[in-house]
């Protein structure tokens, strides 16, 4: 199996992070919930995932989030391109996200 990053990206909507952090867990974005997965991109997934998704949207958070507590809820699968993308089958905790910041 490929060695894989310890982080990731999730991008957030103002509106959503605000949530995640009142919550301490975010549970996914409506395309989240529609697909059961929380969408995530390693950190060179990440201007394709902007560009193609949340292109024009102002006020996005990008918060990283560790990997390494996750088992088999996290699945690398392949999805655009080919590549393989991080998906989480479970909740967000906020406790493994290292940090955040505003795109």
């Known amino acids: 199996m490929a060695d894989h ?6 991008i957030l909507t103002a509106d959503q992070w605000s ?5 301490g867990v975010f549970h996914g974005a409506p395309v989240d919930l529609a697909d ?8 060179d997934q990440l201007k394709g995932t902007l ?11 990008i918060a990283e989030v560790d ?3 996750f088992g088999p809820e996290l699945r690398w ?4 391109g080919g590549a393989l993308f991080p998906h ?6 906020m406790s493994t996200v290292l940090s955040h910041r505003p795109t």
Not at 5 to 10: E, G, H, L, N, Q
Not at 19 to 23: C, E, I, M, R
Not at 51 to 61: C, E, I, M, R, T
Request: glycine fraction near 10%; avoid cysteine; charged fraction near 15%.
């Open 36 to 43: 059961g997965y929380i969408h995530l991109s390693a950190a």
């Open 77 to 80: 699968e392949v999805s655009r």
């Open 5 to 10: 990053p310890s982080t990731a990206f999730k």
């Open 19 to 23: 949530q995640f952090s009142q919550d």
């Open 67 to 69: 990997l390494s507590g």
């Open 51 to 61: 560009d193609k998704h949340f292109a024009g949207q102002n006020g996005l958070v």
């Open 88 to 93: 989480l089958y479970a909740p967000l905790p």
